[in-house]
């Protein structure tokens, strides 16, 4: 091998070394200067006695809604079908607050019995109220008069069957 | 919701509905089965439906009125233009010894109802919404009156939630005694207690607000 090649060879060894160098300084810089932001934050908030703003994983983990499941009973002329009824509770929230509220509130019929008549909704917890409301603004499906009766709201799915099953 | 529902169960008159006019017996049998389910101890029947229907009622007997427990009110509800109407139907519905709802077509007769200690109830109007202010507030407090809502005008059209949403805060803004009623014709257009209460967290007041809205004061014995 000529003297040429081996130098070359050596150069660029030696540039390849110093890039990588470079790139794991300034990843351990950027680290070590959040790691010093977020002392700096904490102490500050701890000196003035400010709440402290939590991290992102944590604040992820806050702004995760919370979900409520509203059992119903539907007493009605005729037997209703589910499809029928999801229909109607999403034209009346529709109607009640706009087509954003059906995406907003997370509504979904979970359960709905033709037989019985129990049924449970899953919606957005600040949207309970709301929900309840749009239940008892349908009065009629399927031009069979209809009453939605509001019976419990909780926030597992295992206690709204269990409200049912004690029920029927 | 259970212990605010439980704590108002203690007291004597639970749920009182002050106004219905039923199209049929059939359907009046229905609303008294539902009623008793839903906790009401009390309806105000129109007082012509009574009149027109009073042998079919009576010969429902006791195995339908005694099993649902639910007593009957006779209840006047006048629809009248001017104050000279208005007086004589009051004058009239008075002496058959009902409670009387007074619905007032013009501005005249709503200030007269409000006067007049004789009408329990002034139905509130949207027309009327913006006429309650303080001086309606001392006219009812004369009368000793409240003013009703009726929920059969958010059936027809759920556009009406932002008039309802004023009418309650002005009620509530001069510490009016509010009183609410279904005006139900068939046995799907009741209230139930917990959507009267969702109805009033939805507008952005207190449950218990519309709760009480549904036990009038005049109805505690």
């Not at chain 2, 108002?8 to 009182?16: D, I, Q, T």
């Not at chain 2, 109802?113 to 509130?124: G, Q, Y």
């Not at chain 2, 009620?171 to 279904?182: A, D, F, H, P, R």
């Amino acid at each position: 091998m000529s003297y040429d090649l081996l130098f070359e060879l050596t150069l660029a060894l030696l540039l390849v070394a110093l890039l990588a160098a470079t790139i794991r300084f300034y990843t351990r810089t950027m680290r070590l200067a959040a790691r010093i932001q977020e002392i700096e934050r904490l102490l500050s908030a701890i000196l003035k006695h400010e709440k402290l703003v939590p991290t992102s994983r944590a604040l992820n983990q806050q702004l995760k809604k919370r979900k409520r499941y509203i059992v119903f009973r539907v007493i009605s002329e005729a037997p209703i079908k589910t499809e029928d009824l999801e229909r109607a509770i999403e034209e009346t929230l529709t109607t009640l607050f706009g087509k954003p509220s059906i995406g907003d509130s997370r509504f979904s019929l979970v359960y709905h019995s033709d037989e019985s008549g129990y049924g449970i909704i899953r919606v957005s917890s600040d949207w309970k109220n709301r929900a309840i409301l749009a239940l008892s603004l349908v009065r009629e499906v399927n031009r069979s008069k209809t009453f939605i009766v509001p019976i419990r709201t909780t926030g597992t799915i295992r206690k709204a069957r269990e409200t049912i099953s004690s029920r029927s | 919701m259970a212990r605010i529902l439980a704590k108002y169960a203690v007291c004597p008159v639970l749920w009182v509905d002050i106004y219905v006019n039923p199209d049929s017996v059939e359907e009046l049998v229905k609303m008294l089965k539902l009623y008793r389910r839903m906790g009401y101890s009390a309806i105000g029947v129109d007082r012509a439906f009574l009149k027109r229907h009073k042998k079919s009622i009576a010969s429902l007997g006791e195995e339908v009125l005694g099993a649902t427990k639910v007593r009957l009110l006779p209840t006047a509800y006048i629809k009248c233009k001017g104050e000279r109407e208005a007086k004589a139907l009051v004058r009239k519905a008075f002496d058959s010894g009902c409670l009387i709802i007074g619905s007032a077509l013009d501005l005249s007769a709503f200030r007269f109802f409000s006067r007049d200690s004789r009408v329990r109830v002034v139905e509130l109007k949207p027309k009327f919404t913006m006429n309650v202010d303080r001086n309606e507030a001392l006219l009812l407090k004369t009368g000793s009156s409240a003013l009703g809502i009726n929920l059969s005008y958010l059936l027809r059209s759920p556009a009406m939630m932002s008039w309802l949403s004023t009418a309650i805060s002005r009620v509530l803004k001069y510490s009016i005694s509010l009183v609410l009623y279904s005006g139900a014709k068939r046995w799907n257009e009741l209230w139930h207690p917990r959507q009267v209460y969702s109805l009033f967290e939805s507008l952005g007041f207190h449950g218990r607000q519309g709760l009480l809205a549904l036990r009038p004061f005049f109805m505690s014995k």
